[in-house]
């Protein structure tokens, strides 16, 4: 199976500031990756797709980029609604594995 | 809109066989087009894709689970099932039921979930 490996597991960051979450693919997975946010005692929700199509009705203020074995999930201004959990998913082949997470708080 | 519910047990004990359904509203269960699916959480952890079934009733299932699992789908009701035999504490988690787009693929609709606990 591809391992799916997140850094960091969390981070703290004011209102604001722009942060960046990164995802490694044990093996090539060409853009077959998307990102998902989870907020505490929700359901996950996608926020991008194929590394970088942003899902419809959400903030453009989140971007993904990358390709291969290294993706990145951007957001360029983190507001307090970002409080949540965001993970990454290869789409690229069976089993389908997620990265460990990072959980993103207000500073 | 969509919405998936997931329905069964929240208490089993183990050994037994875990059984939820996820029922469908505001949309055909038989599109052509997605994926209908499983994903689990254990409390305070990670998430983990279970497997997923096609309307045709076709399915993918994660080998890690492969021999316990059964995904099936009544296309009559509009609900797909998840059955996990011999069920253990390890398997007391938030289920999710969900949609996945076949192209491109990702999944674009969840369940509320619902915690199944293992216990005696």
């Known amino acids: 199976a591809i391992q799916m490996t997140q850094s960091p597991s969390s981070l703290s960051a004011s209102v604001g500031d722009r942060v960046t979450i990164t995802c490694r693919a044990s093996?090539?997975?060409?853009?077959?990756l998307g990102w998902y946010q989870q907020k505490p005692g929700k359901a996950p929700k996608v926020l991008i797709y194929?590394?970088?199509s942003l899902q419809s009705g959400v903030p453009s203020r989140f971007s993904g980029s990358g390709s291969g074995t290294d993706f990145t999930l951007t957001i360029s201004s983190l507001q307090p609604e970002d409080i949540a959990t965001y993970y990454c998913?290869?789409?690229?082949?069976?089993?389908?594995?997620f990265g460990g997470g990072t959980k993103v708080e207000i500073k | 809109q969509l919405q998936l519910q997931e329905s069964g047990p929240g208490l089993m004990e183990p050994s037994e066989t875990l059984s939820l359904t996820c029922t469908v509203s505001?949309?055909?269960?038989?599109?052509?087009?997605?994926?209908w699916g499983w994903i689990r959480q254990p409390p305070g952890k990670g998430l983990e894709w279970i497997g997923n079934?096609?309307?045709?009733?076709?399915?993918l299932y994660n080998p890690s689970l492969k021999s316990r699992v059964i995904i099936s789908v009544d296309t009559s009701k509009n609900q797909f099932s998840l059955k996990l035999t011999s069920a253990t504490a390890a398997d007391t988690a938030m289920y999710y039921c969900?949609?996945?787009?076949?192209?491109?693929?990702?999944?674009?609709?969840w369940g509320q979930g619902t915690l199944v606990t293992v216990s005696s």
């Open positions: 998913l290869q789409d690229y082949d069976y089993p389908l594995t």
């Open positions: 093996q090539d997975i060409k853009n077959d």
């Open positions: 079934i096609y309307y045709s009733g076709s399915t």
């Open positions: 969900v949609r996945r787009v076949t192209r491109p693929e990702y999944f674009d609709s």
């Open positions: 194929v590394a970088s």
């Open positions: 505001g949309g055909s269960i038989s599109i052509s087009g997605y994926y």
